[in-house]
Nanobody, 127 residues
Framework: QVQLVESGGGLVQAGGSLRLSCQAS????????MGWFRQALGKEREFVAT????????DYADSVKGRFTISRDNAKNTVYLQMNILKPEDAAVYYC????????????????????WGQGTQVTVSS
């Protein structure tokens, strides 16, 4: 069955960096756009970043532009989220997701476009 397994979360000081990874299995990875979402305590899950199936095009939430970078390694079935200059408001559970991509340019900011989700990894940012 399809599995998305996130790793790399943890506790970091404000201004620091973390790199999240999401290993996919049980699906044809290159057929899927990938995304990262996050959910803070008491808040709705929100879009963070997405990347096309070949990694050529990315989109970001305004709140993370210039600080976060999404990338993928199709040979390793893995998507990454490099997070720099972390702020306390970035603290959340981070989820990766896979959405079937019929076009090379397909990438999604909407939760409803994603078919599969990981279990999440906690990111805590101390001020």
């Amino acid at each position: 069955q399809v599995q998305l397994v996130e790793s790399g979360g943890g506790l970091v000081q404000a201004g620091g960096s973390l790199r999240l990874s999401c290993q996919a299995s049980g699906l044809t990875f290159t057929s899927y756009a990938m995304g990262w979402f996050r959910q803070a305590l008491g808040k709705e899950r929100e879009f963070v970043a997405t990347v096309t199936r070949n990694g050529a095009t990315t989109d970001y939430a305004d709140s993370v532009k210039g600080r976060f970078t999404i990338s993928r390694d199709n040979a390793k079935n893995t998507v990454y989220l490099q997070m720099n200059i972390l702020k306390p408001e970035d603290a959340a559970v981070y989820y990766c997701a896979a959405g079937l991509a019929p076009w090379p340019s397909s990438r999604y900011a909407s939760r409803g476009e994603y078919n599969y989700w990981g279990q999440g990894t906690q990111v805590t940012v101390s001020s």
